[in-house]
């Protein structure tokens, strides 16, 4: 079985502060990881995915995520976040075999501060 | 464009009413998946669909019934067994990895 945990629910930072969302995973196989973003009444919108390769990440809206395997997380950063950036956030991971059925996390909210 | 469409946006319903929420997808994908969200919860699978006319309990099915007819459509029911509907409910699809979403529907009961 494969879990998620985001451990910070809500996360208020300065406009054009960094900001870093924190996700770590538990998993007896080997992953996929993703992160998603929300917006108030919509649905989830892909930021970014780690499949394979290089660890860092480069997703949409200048947010980047680096996988590490040995302490199993896959934080997302944002060097200068924008009031735009206010939204809720969801790590996710699938199973690279089988089903792949998609785990999420409980999601971290944003709220950038003028 | 290619994606999914969920419909309606907004939805009331009576106590001890059936209600059916709409979700098509034109990405051609296999896979369909019906999610809950609640404040705080994240999102809870209900009910999926690796391929036509087959789908398989998810976390929280009871109260739900689903059918997978056409590889487009995977429509959601809430029935009256359903004791907390209200909710916001998203539709997804897969085709290799990751999800493709709906817009979801929040689905109110008066």
């Known amino acids: 079985a494969q879990s998620v945990t985001q451990l910070d629910s809500q996360v208020p930072v300065f406009e054009e502060a960094p900001v870093e969302l924190r996700c770590n995973y538990s998993?007896?196989?080997?992953?996929?990881l993703f992160w998603y973003v929300q917006y108030p009444n919509q649905g989830l919108q892909l930021l970014l995915k780690y499949l394979s390769g290089s660890t860092l990440v480069k997703g949409i809206n200048g947010f980047e995520a680096e996988f590490n395997k040995s302490q199993t997380s896959f934080h997302l950063r944002k060097p200068s976040v924008h009031i735009s950036d206010t939204a809720e956030y969801f790590c996710a991971v699938s199973e690279r075999q089988g089903y792949q059925k998609v785990t999420f996390g409980t999601g971290t909210k944003l709220q950038v501060i003028p | 464009d290619g994606g999914i469409t969920q419909s309606p946006k907004y939805l009331f319903r009576k106590e001890g009413q059936n209600v059916t929420l709409s979700c098509e997808q034109n990405?051609?994908?296999?896979?369909m998946y019906w999610y809950r969200q609640d404040p705080g919860q994240g999102l809870r699978l209900i009910y999926y669909?690796?391929?036509?006319?087959?789908?398989q309990k998810g976390d929280i099915a009871e109260g739900y019934s689903v059918s997978r007819e056409k590889k487009e459509s995977f429509p959601l029911t809430v029935t009256s067994a359903q004791k907390n509907p209200t909710a916001f409910y998203l539709c997804?699809?897969?085709?290799?990895?990751?999800?493709?979403f709906g817009s979801g529907t929040r689905l109110t009961v008066v």
């Open positions: 998993s007896s196989v080997s992953v996929y």
């Open positions: 669909s690796q391929i036509v006319n087959d789908f």
């Open positions: 990405l051609n994908h296999d896979a």
């Open positions: 997804a699809s897969s085709g290799t990895v990751g999800y493709t």
